[in-house]
């Protein structure tokens, strides 16, 4: 059953109101996670360790939407403070369910800008470097990461994209929708989260935040 969660007050009251909950992995998602590779045995976090983490959140409509994302059972509070704040922020995200993340591949949305957290696989390499691994584990593989509006916060390593169709995004200087800013970085800093695009160095990761800023 949903437990809802304690929250920040927010900042500006709204017609629809933020609510956050947090419950275990029913067994459709956890077979779902299961067939479509995005867990298996040996991945950092056992199941019972992840939480579905059920959020108000506004999209490019304008409108309030419900959204889910899978996140570490221990960080569930802290992230629901931190989606309060973006609500209260009026920040847009254009995707945030499961099925668009962990769904039949022919359902998730064609634009790609999917927003979410928990997948155990490997940090992604750097253009900057090459190859197709790390060996190390990404924060996504313990649910310690946000990835937000991947679109407009694209992945960059000297001035490669993963996206290409987010060419438009890669100045940073011109602020367009769905776009981190600083109001957004300092609602993941106010719970100890940092941000990918403020690394040093050629790479740059626009949408990721995760507990211990990689």
């Not at 059920?54 to 899978?70: K, M, N, Q, S, Y």
């Not at 490997?122 to 990404?138: D, E, I, K, L, R």
Request: some cysteine; glycine content about 14%; aromatic content about 10%.
């Amino acid at each position: 059953m949903p437990v809802p969660l304690a929250l920040p007050a927010a900042p500006v009251a709204f017609a629809s109101p933020f609510r956050a909950s947090a419950e275990p992995l029913s067994k459709p998602i956890r077979a779902e996670l299961r067939s479509g590779g995005f867990w298996h045995p040996g991945c950092p976090v056992p199941l019972s360790g992840l939480r579905v983490l059920t959020v108000r959140h506004w999209g490019f409509d304008g409108r309030a939407h419900t959204g889910r994302l899978i996140v570490n059972a221990g960080a569930t509070g802290s992230i629901a403070g931190v989606f309060a704040r973006l609500y209260g922020l009026h920040f847009p995200i254009r995707h945030l369910k499961l099925s668009a993340v962990y769904g039949p591949v022919a359902g998730r949305p064609t634009d790609g800008d999917v927003s979410g957290s928990f997948e155990c696989r490997q940090a992604v390499p750097s253009p900057c470097v090459g190859g197709t691994g790390t060996g190390t584990w990404s924060m996504h593989a313990y649910g310690l990461a946000v990835d937000l509006n991947p679109r407009e916060n694209p992945y960059v390593g000297c001035g490669q994209l993963h996206d290409p169709a987010a060419r438009l995004y890669r100045d940073r200087s011109r602020h367009r929708r769905g776009m981190i800013t600083r109001r957004v970085i300092g609602a993941f800093a106010s719970v100890g989260w940092g941000w990918g695009g403020g690394w040093t160095g050629n790479t740059k990761d626009y949408m990721h935040f995760s507990s211990t800023g990689h």
